[in-house]
């Protein structure tokens, strides 16, 4: 059972292994990224990957201030990566403003990229009121024919540009009528808000109805009826209350009676900070009825009518279409604010470093040399301890595959293989202990089974003590560790897993079927 289970997890590495790099390309999209998703796949360092540019807009700081600023934004961003499960991450300084990101080939780019430029911050802010909006929407269109009569360039005839002729009423799936346009005029819509008639005259209204007003589009479109619509609303400008900091961004699998299940699949659940969760509470209160945003990169992520004190601090947000989308979104909110602004590169090939082949090469060429010695001191019961290597392998890979599943992104990187090929040391050394120990115990009035029954017992204390210490630091090192220490550690728990379990099913097995009575008495 526990070897097919292992075949079971093990296979999606060992298809992507095994397949040319044409197949993997070959693939369907969704195929592709779900195999390399799943599959133990080489790190940077064996097979390349991507690197991204991170540029930070300093401004006037002082060289120290600087300093401070790119360690800060660097420290930002490796949280970022850790927390999507690549555990290797490359975050390096290119000169006084600038950082190169390298992720591995397995990466969805797309999503890094939003990952590593997401400012971080969202917070809440309340609708202006509906009849204010309406008068200023009309004032707007009001200016914009004024303009148009005064503008001696203009058709003789012709009509005047305005903002509502562009708007529409649409019912969304929260069930609240709001304001839409049509996504084909979005950037028409944009180029008039940006307009200096429009912009004096949003000014000019806020000033006469405070707070201030700031238009902003819904983060995501609806659809009605196969047209897209773009919402567009009009919200306190200073945020009512910040977001941030948080206590957790939990990613959930939303209910079919979400109001969110029209766009997205999985929800993040966002528990707000100690303070904040009183603010929240507090402006939640004295707003029962009104309709609050919530902000993210100067969109609207999603709105909610308030119905009544939120007192608990937990608000629910949608996360996206597939899980990888909610979990890097989580991890942005997570990880805190970034330090200032920044601008990131489009993705760019990385190519693997010669050093990385030829350290799997001399990995393979070192396990290969422990199985030669065995076959050569012990003979037959040498091979069944080479098959053991082959076995212990194959539940490596199958325990990597759980750490995936945990939600880490096991890399076959040189730290990895370091980590694996301890695990083979210490079973090249269990097995040269048990054989030893067969050795010793075998006579002509006991069985092959029962001489390698007691000779296992006998080395059992040391095995599990020896297994339990080097699994421990394993895991210190993947808790405790950063970059080439984690992916140490996975390597070493992952084969002193495999090893305790080569060592317990097919060694006793094949030793007991393979091994004769007659060659133990030697």
Not at 209 to 219: E, L, T, Y
Not at 237 to 253: C, F, H, K, N, R
Not at 375 to 380: E, F, I, K, L, P
Not at 496 to 522: E, G, K, M
């Amino acid at each position: 059972m526990i070897t097919f289970l292992g075949c079971v997890l093990s296979y999606p590495t060992l298809y992507f292994w095994v397949s040319s790099p044409e197949t993997i390309h070959g693939l369907d999209e969704d195929e592709r990224r779900l195999l390399l998703r799943r599959a133990a796949v080489p790190g940077v360092d064996l097979a390349g990957g991507y690197r991204f540019s991170v540029e930070a807009e300093s401004g006037r700081l002082t060289e120290r201030g600087q300093e401070n600023l790119m360690t800060m934004l660097a420290a930002v961003l490796r949280a970022r990566i850790k927390g999507i499960g690549i555990m290797e991450a490359v975050v390096r300084a290119e000169d006084e403003n600038r950082l190169l990101v390298e992720v591995p080939a397995n990466v969805d780019t797309m999503l890094v990229r939003h990952l590593l430029e997401h400012s971080g911050a969202f917070s809440y802010h309340l609708f202006k009121e509906g009849t204010e909006v309406q008068k200023l929407r009309e004032r707007i269109d009001a200016g914009l024919q004024n303009r148009h009569a005064a503008d001696t360039l203009a058709v003789p005839g012709s009509q005047a540009e305005t903002l509502s002729g562009y708007l529409a009423s649409l019912t969304t799936g929260t069930g609240i009528e709001d304001i839409v346009v049509a996504e084909t005029s979005v950037s028409k819509v944009q180029a008039l808000l940006a307009d200096t008639t429009v912009l004096r005259t949003v000014r000019a209204f806020n000033l006469a109805n405070p707070p201030s007003g700031i238009f902003v589009w819904a983060s995501a479109p609806v659809e009605q009826n196969g047209i897209a619509y773009r919402p567009l609303y009009f919200v306190n400008q200073e945020a009512d209350l910040p977001g941030q900091p948080i206590l957790s961004a939990t990613v959930t699998e939303l209910a079919a009676e979400s109001p969110f299940a029209d766009r997205a699949r999985y929800g993040i659940r966002i528990t707000l900070s100690e303070e904040n969760r009183a603010d929240l509470a507090n402006v939640s209160s004295a707003n029962v009825g009104d309709r609050l945003a919530i902000l993210m990169n100067r969109q609207a992520h999603m709105t909610m009518p308030i119905q009544g004190r939120i007192s608990d601090g937990r608000t629910e947000m949608p996360g996206g279409k597939t899980l990888d989308e909610a979990r890097h979104l989580a991890v942005a909110l997570e990880t805190g604010l970034l330090p200032g602004r920044i601008q990131v590169s489009a993705a760019t090939p990385l190519t693997a470093e010669a050093s990385g082949v030829s350290g799997l090469i001399v990995w393979a060429a070192a396990v290969a040399a422990a199985g030669i010695v065995l076959v050569a001191v012990y003979r037959s019961a040498g091979l069944v301890a080479g098959f053991g290597f082959v076995y212990q392998m194959l539940m490596a890979i199958a325990v990597l595959r759980l750490w995936n599943i945990a939600g880490f992104l096991p890399l076959i990187t040189l730290s990895t293989l370091a980590g694996l090929g301890l695990s083979f040391v210490l079973t090249t050394g269990m097995h040269a202990m048990l054989l030893d120990r067969i050795k010793t115990l075998s006579n002509d009035t006991m069985s092959a089974k029962t001489t390698i029954t007691d000779a296992m017992e006998s080395v059992r204390p040391v095995t599990l003590w020896l297994h339990g210490i080097l699994a421990c630091i394993a895991l210190v090192f993947v808790a405790a560790g950063t970059g080439v220490l984690s992916n140490v550690g996975i390597g070493l728990f992952s084969g002193v897993s495999a090893s305790l379990i080569t060592l317990s099913i097919p060694t006793r097995l094949l030793l007991i079927s393979a091994i004769t009575r007659q060659y133990l008495a030697r």
